[in-house]
């Protein structure tokens, strides 16, 4: 790019700005040397990709030397920050403990950050002490104007629920003073709740604290990404494989693909720009996605994760199985119809039984035309017999009809 651009102009550049505090917070974004948080409720024990650009901006911080603190929410998880519809069902103290565990472990593993949980600094507060050391600084008309409270009036918002942004203040309150944390960066939908900490801050203690909220991570349809919403891609493998990551990513709709390029990787300006320009130029090439894929993948899971993910893709279209196990297969029965097989079945029976072909006259006819693999070798006996000693690790086989039709086949 012909202008190199402070930090604060490149996170505007990738749209990862939508709203501060005050005009005062882009200095000190430049300069360095903010402590600043984050917070995720327990609502689940891994984050998702809705989540992964707010990490990747606390690693953005750090490397321009700021000090970024995750809070996971033990004591706000267990209330629920409301959402605009409905009420959110609450969850069991056991169940968030065990969420608390799974993503203290990702935030440390995976992104290296401190981790705090504010049931901490809450569980102890009594309820005189809550409405009277914070409830008090609260004006019911400023509670009702927030868009999260404004949006559930008419179908009805619990007590508990309009508390939360108190809860949420409170942490504010809680880190600006005993850990000199004088930022919240959240997504869009946390503006109300940042807001309302900046402003217990300056009644209470009288000193200005900032806060910077991003744009939501959407799918092509607008759609946060969540649990909720039954989109969540999660930053856990062993919930979303690498397979699975790198499918959706590798098929991102194309006017899509910049801006999560942008937003979910440490990719420079200018190698961004050359990238988008190969995108115009080849789009069937998918080289940009290629792009996405590997610094999402090899940043979460290693860079091993994701060249098994690619091969496994390749595998699926006629590509080499060599170094693949079943371990690394069986998980695609998710994203590809899959059979089970029985030892000693005729290799007609198997298709039609299982429904890869409508007919033995269609499985004979496909057999001629050499249109059936198996771990992507020809077959075309009919009365074969399959046996374990065709599977991957005596357990998978890849069963192609044609060029496009894939199965995963498991042994019972």
Not at 152 to 179: C, H, K, P, V
Not at 288 to 304: P, R
Request: charged content about 30%; proline content about 3%; overall charge negative.
């Amino acid at each position: 790019m012909a202008k190199e651009m402070t930090f604060f102009e490149e996170l505007q550049w990738r749209g990862l700005v939508q709203e501060i505090s005050s005009p005062d917070l882009i200095d000190k974004i430049n300069k360095g040397g903010l402590t600043f948080y984050i917070g995720t409720d327990p609502t689940a024990d891994s984050m998702h990709i809705g989540h992964y650009s707010s990490f990747l901006i606390c690693k953005r911080f750090a490397q321009h030397g700021h000090h970024p603190i995750l809070l996971v929410g033990g004591s706000t998880g267990l209330i629920g920050d409301p959402k605009p519809d409905a009420e959110r069902p609450m969850i069991t103290y056991e169940e968030v403990e065990h969420n608390i565990k799974g993503l203290k472990k990702q935030a440390e593993d995976i992104f290296g950050f401190e981790v705090v949980n504010n049931y901490d600094w809450t569980k102890d507060i009594s309820v005189l002490d809550f409405l009277r050391d914070y409830g008090k600084y609260f004006n019911v008309g400023y509670m009702l104007a927030k868009d999260k409270v404004k949006s559930r009036l008419e179908t009805g918002i619990t007590y508990a629920e309009f508390s939360y942004m108190i809860l949420q203040a409170l942490d504010f309150l809680w880190l600006f003073e005993n850990r000199n944390c004088t930022l919240q960066v959240a997504g869009s939908d946390q503006w109300g709740n940042i807001t309302s900490g900046i402003e217990l801050i300056r009644k209470k203690l009288d000193k200005e604290a900032y806060g910077m909220v991003m744009p939501l991570v959407t799918d092509s349809t607008g759609k946060k990404f969540g649990k909720t919403e039954g989109n969540a891609l999660w930053l856990d493998k062993n919930k979303t494989s690498s397979y699975e990551m790198y499918q959706y990513l590798i098929n991102l709709e194309d006017n899509m693909i910049v801006k999560y390029l942008k937003m979910l990787t440490f990719y420079t300006p200018s190698e961004i720009e050359e990238l988008e320009r190969q995108h115009n130029e080849a789009p069937h090439l998918r080289i940009a996605h290629k792009a996405l894929a590997k610094d999402i993948i090899s940043g979460l899971h290693g860079e091993e994760e994701f060249e098994k993910a690619v091969k496994i893709s390749e595998a699926l279209f006629g590509g080499t199985l060599d170094g693949l196990t079943a371990e690394d297969l069986i998980p695609l029965a998710k994203q590809v119809p899959s059979v089970k097989l029985t030892e000693g079945t005729k290799l007609i029976d198997m298709l039609v039984d299982n429904g890869i072909c409508s007919s033995r006259r269609e499985a004979r006819e496909m057999m001629d035309a050499n249109a059936i693999s198996l771990n992507n070798e020809k077959h075309s006996d009919e009365n074969e017999e399959i046996t374990k000693d065709l599977g991957i690790d005596k357990k998978v086989v890849i069963i192609r009809k044609g060029k496009k039709k894939q199965f995963i086949g498991i042994f019972e």
